[in-house]
């Protein structure tokens, strides 16, 4: 059997304000392609669909669309993940198992495989410990403690079987590397679930970190199609093609998905980053660029983007900068004139020393107040 593992497309999502749906169209139309060209059995799309749970409506469309198409050629499993509304997200899905897309947001249906070929396969949605703790009777509020739950019922149904047996579930697993741009799972107890509660299993597709990352050779992680944070560049991002043979024997390759636009992290003086020609592979990239000068440069995202136009975030930390002065208040201006104290505040909001002129007006201010005061 043939599968291809994806997770994570978080349909209408924008990276620092710059709209992905486009992009997003794009993955779907090479998720087809590679359906198509290596006649894939089944989809396994591991939760976070949409990246809110009121989604907007060209991601809802954009979701329809890639469904519609990849129904077409194969069946199709899917599962919410902690973005996804359980509720809209499976609205219709009795439905859809007749058009052989199968939509699992239902904690109650975990020990309910859906058979495809020779294979059981099961969707464990995202399972908010709060949610189950009580329908489950657990002793624990925690993901691990949910998630072994989930699996002995999937583990009961699988020993009344002779079959393959293949799992979906949405959490993040003990060992995981994560990025800046998944959302905390971290409310509603412990975290972490060991990559041990799917022992038994011939595969399991999770989803939830947005790297690519292989927990045991039949435990992994496909990753998000695309980078979301900038902590991710250095990712590949695609989908897992894995093939499950008879006797249990499973290979795995991963498709590498288009990048649209990649992403990178530039750090130094300004006029290095504007100069250096090694900084021209940048030029085409949706960057975060650090600034080390001893001042903050004038105009710098405008002259940035003179020569990196995609440069999306600006930060400001300078080299050598002096430790923090813990003294008070109190202790740091006495003995400076007012026009010193002036003088530093004009610093500290301009990033420069005042200026000659400047220094002029804030005296001619303070000759000012001194005046009105004598005469008060």
């Not at 697993?173 to 299993?201: L, Y």
Request: proline share 4%; charged share 30%; with cysteine.
């Amino acid at each position: 059997m043939r599968l291809l593992h994806t997770s994570d497309w978080h349909l209408g999502r924008s990276f620092h304000r710059e709209d992905l749906l486009g992009a997003q169209a794009a993955f779907v139309d090479h998720l087809v392609d590679t359906v198509r060209s290596e006649r894939v059995d089944c989809v396994l799309i591991s939760g976070d669909v949409y990246d809110r749970a009121l989604p907007a409506v060209d991601a809802v469309r954009l979701c329809n669309e890639a469904l519609e198409r990849l129904a077409a050629l194969t069946r199709v499993v899917l599962i919410a993940g902690n973005h996804d509304s359980v509720q809209r997200l499976g609205f219709g899905s009795s439905l859809m198992d007749k058009a052989g897309v199968h939509v699992r947001t239902d904690p109650a249906s975990v020990g309910e495989p859906i058979l495809i070929d020779d294979a059981a396969v099961y969707g464990i949605p995202y399972l908010e410990p709060e949610l189950v703790r009580h329908r489950w009777d657990l002793d624990e509020r925690s993901h691990a403690a949910a998630l072994t739950e989930a699996m002995r019922r999937v583990r009961a149904d699988i020993a009344r079987r002779d079959t393959t047996s293949i799992v979906l579930a949405h959490a993040f697993v003990t060992g995981g590397e994560a990025s800046d741009s998944e959302r905390d799972i971290s409310v509603g107890g412990a975290v972490n679930v060991p990559a041990s509660v799917f022992e038994g299993v011939d595969y399991a597709a999770l989803g939830h970190l947005h790297g690519r990352q292989a927990m045991t050779d039949r435990v992994r992680y496909s990753g998000s199609p695309l980078a979301y944070s900038f902590s991710e560049e250095r990712q590949l991002k695609g989908s897992w093609l894995v093939d499950l043979r008879p006797g249990g024997e499973l290979s795995a390759e991963f498709v590498e998905a288009p990048v649209p636009r990649r992403v990178a992290r530039l750090r130094g003086h300004i006029d290095d980053l504007l100069a250096d020609p090694s900084y021209e592979k940048y030029e085409d990239r949706w960057l975060q660029i650090t600034l080390t000068d001893a001042q903050r440069p004038s105009a710098a995202m405008e002259r940035l983007r003179g020569r990196f136009p995609y440069a999306l975030v600006l930060g400001f930390e300078p080299e050598n900068e002096t430790a923090a002065d813990t003294r008070t208040w109190s202790d740091r201006i006495r003995e400076r004139s007012d026009l010193d104290i002036a003088g530093d505040f004009v610093a500290e909001v301009s990033q420069a020393p005042a200026s000659a002129a400047e220094r002029d007006l804030l005296h001619e201010a303070f000759e000012c107040c001194r005046q009105k005061e004598a005469l008060a």
